[in-house]
């Protein structure tokens, strides 16, 4: 089972933390780039932050110094910990693990901060 999926989500007040979890069975997930999205009402999904295979890291402006983002490959899992966290924050959050062929995406965990 390719799909990842996500966990860790919930209701944070604004200055607190949070962090989600992206896993799948897949035993070859640490070969895999993963993408966290989030997708606010009325709004369209946007890359949150990456990490490549190797370890590549990127962030989305408002996400550095805020976000970061790890794996633990013998877990098969992506964590994106979210701290100093706003209400603006607040979306669905979706991991996507792309394997260069395919991109698989989770269902989605809802992170509501509230202010």
């Known amino acids: 089972q390719v799909q990842p999926v996500e966990s860790g989500g919930g209701l944070v007040q604004a200055g607190g933390s949070l962090r989600l979890s992206c896993t799948t069975s897949?035993?070859?997930?640490?070969?895999?780039?993963v993408g966290w999205f989030r997708q606010a009402p009325g709004r369209q999904r946007e890359l949150v932050a990456f990490i490549g295979s190797g370890g590549t890291t990127w962030f989305a402006d408002y996400a550095k110094g805020r976000f970061t983002i790890s794996r633990d490959n013998a877990k098969n899992t992506v964590y994106l910990q979210m701290s100093s966290l706003k209400p603006e924050d607040t979306a669905v959050y979706y991991c996507a693990a792309d394997e260069g062929t395919s991109t698989y995406w989770g269902q989605g965990t809802q992170v509501t901060v509230s202010s």
């Open positions: 897949r035993r070859t997930f640490g070969s895999y780039a």
